[in-house]
């Protein structure tokens, strides 16, 4: 649930601003919005920093060779964050040197080894030589004022060195002698990646100093925090304010300490122009969709609906279908055992590891429904069944995707209507629900062949009847009848397709299925062969194939299932995902 907030007002002196800021900063309760542009030479200096460090912090991230400790943390960080950069567009800039040189390596062996600087200097001579690339048919034509000497061919092409005692040019494609020779460019590409071997150890060196870089990193945040929250402050003569938010259940304990520390301080409650920041609080088996709500950087706004309980059961219920294989779910079971066994003690917040045991499940129970385990076809050759043969029908399951998809709809009206009630204006949403099965109905029937109901035309002139006239109910009947017409016209169409998208559900499942059927029969078929590197290849085949859908089966799911939750319920309950969380300014441990 969405967290109810208190705006708050705090008064301070402004000479004491400083030190009531820092005595704010250890209670962690206020949600701080700025009331001036926070600016200033120690905020700029102060990000110039955290971006420093961070960036070495991202760096040391993808260096993976660990070396004993050779010495004590520097005792200056960001001096050291600032080698680390160095070492790093060093090494970057050999790298990309590096593929300018392998393309003049490629470019030059045709020509064999010389040197450039030898052929330069015969024009002390007056000897001119110069390389060309001659099609092969002119060479004979080729004037007998100019000696040629043919180097390679490509092609129909000749590399070709030309010498004259005049500084001629011929009207083919002359190529500009390079700055070393092939001997150097090798050399050199030799030396430059034992530098590069020397800079990636002395990286790995700083791997010994992250916990310090992120404690810097911490520190560096909340002085920045601090200097914002200082600069943000608003004026009144003597005074400096604070604008803030916290939860109702921490006010009390905020009005006590402004009182105990001599601090001006009023509470209201937020007005409808406010920005109000989200918190959220749920019980632990809901907080379990927390990371994938993270990742996905979605977070409502403070007047709307936490859908999260309805999301982690629609979302497991999706993840179960979309991936439609227990054995599949079984890997991502083990998988996620073994991370939270190997990683599970470095990371607080253990609800990613709860969140994929409760996906990993949902996916082994509809594999046991629909009777498929690393693919279906070979199940049935060798006669086991599914426990829900109707599972595995087209018809049926398209039609139950249908179902789901109106079930879940028709609880976004449902919820809205509660909310509403016992305003007359609920009965709109009441409305929407008897459209969206009709819709079904109709769905059904267009798709799948079903007949279409008497009742089903009763359901869909009812919802109408209770849209047009209940969405803007109005004194004068006009008014009411035109602001209905315009939401059905707007709406009306979408309720159709919002349904018929669920059918994804079904389409994405077969597939995942079908491709797992496609392997095994193609390793089926090398293994008739019957010799050993046959049977290799039929088990690189099986578990390249599995791997393949392993991999996509979670991307899958968080196109088809997120998008299911996040637009087509959301756009109907009417949540926008337009919020931001709540940061209470203080310190963190």
């Not at 914002?228 to 400096?240: F, N, P, R, T, Y």
């Not at 669920?502 to 496609?518: E, H, M, N, P």
């Not at 078929?525 to 979670?554: E, F």
Request: net charge neutral; glycine share 6%; proline share 4%.
């Amino acid at each position: 649930m969405i967290v109810a907030m208190k705006k708050v007002f705090l008064f301070l002196q402004k000479e004491h601003a400083r030190t009531s800021l820092s005595d704010l900063a250890s209670l962690g309760l206020l949600h701080i919005e700025h009331q001036n542009p926070p600016d200033g030479e120690e905020i700029n200096a102060l990000g110039e920093k955290l971006a420093l460090v961070e960036q070495a912090i991202l760096i040391l991230s993808c260096v993976y060779q660990k070396i004993p400790p050779i010495s004590l943390p520097p005792k200056d960080v960001i001096l050291a964050c600032h080698h680390i950069v160095d070492l790093q567009k060093r090494s970057e800039q050999l790298k990309e040197y590096a593929i300018t040189l392998n393309g003049w390596i490629d470019q030059w062996s045709p020509w064999g080894d010389f040197d450039p600087q030898e052929i330069s200097q015969l024009t002390q001579k007056n000897i001119f030589a110069k390389l060309y690339q001659i099609p092969r048919e002119q060479l004979k034509s080729l004037s007998q004022r100019i000696v040629i000497k043919k180097i390679s061919s490509e092609g129909s092409m000749d590399n070709c060195i030309v010498f004259c005692r005049e500084n001629i040019q011929l009207s083919f494609r002359e190529l500009e002698l390079p700055k070393m020779s092939l001997a150097q460019m090798r050399q050199r590409l030799a030396e430059d990646a034992q530098i590069i071997l020397n800079l990636k150890k002395e990286l790995s060196e700083y791997l010994n100093y992250q916990d310090e870089l992120l404690v810097e990193k911490k520190a560096l945040m909340q002085q920045k925090n601090y200097f914002e929250a200082l600069q943000g402050m608003g004026q009144a003569e003597q005074l400096v304010y604070l604008k803030g938010y916290v939860p109702v259940d921490a006010e009390e304990a905020l009005v006590t300490e402004a009182k105990q520390r001599g601090w001006g301080i009023f509470t209201a409650v937020p007005q409808e122009d406010d920005e109000v920041p989200t918190l959220l609080r749920n019980p632990a088996w809901i907080s379990f969709i927390k990371p994938l709500l993270n990742l996905l950087e979605l977070i409502p706004g403070y007047r709307e609906l936490d859908i999260s309980p309805l999301f982690i059961v629609f979302f497991s219920l999706f993840f179960g279908m979309l991936i439609g294989d227990a054995g599949y779910g079984l890997v991502y079971f083990l998988l996620n055992f073994w991370l939270h066994k190997k990683i599970g003690h470095k990371i607080k917040d253990q609800s990613v590891f709860f969140l994929f045991y409760i996906l990993s499940f949902c996916a082994i129970i509809w594999g046991f429904l629909t009777g498929t385990f690393f693919g279906q076809a070979w199940l049935l050759n060798i006669g086991i069944k599914p426990l829900i043969p109707a599972l595995t029908d087209t018809t049926f399951i398209q039609g139950l995707c249908f179902l789901i998809g109106a079930v879940h709809l028709s609880l976004a009206h449902g919820w809205r209507a509660i909310l509403k009630a016992p305003a007359l204006i609920a009965l709109a949403e009441l409305g929407w629900i008897c459209i969206i099965w009709a819709v079904f109905l109709l769905a059904k029937n267009l798709i799948l062949g079903d007949p279409f109901p008497l009742f089903g035309n009763q359901l869909i002139i009812l919802g109408l009847i209770l849209v047009l006239f209940f969405t803007n109910p109005q004194k004068n009947i006009f008014k009411t009848i035109g602001s209905g017409l315009g939401t059905i016209s707007l709406t009306l169409v979408n309720n159709f397709t919002d349904v018929v998208s669920y059918i994804r559900l079904f389409a994405v499942g077969l597939a995942t299925v079908a491709i797992a059927d496609a392997f095994n029969a193609m390793a089926a078929g090398i293994v008739k062969k019957g010799n050993l590197l046959t049977l290799i290849a039929a088990a690189l085949v099986v578990i390249c194939g599995h791997v393949l859908n392993i991999i996509i089966g979670p991307i899958s799911v968080l196109i088809h299932g997120v998008r299911l939750n996040v637009l087509e319920f959301c756009g109907h309950l009417g949540v926008t995902w337009n919020g931001f969380a709540y940061k209470p300014f203080g310190r963190k441990e």
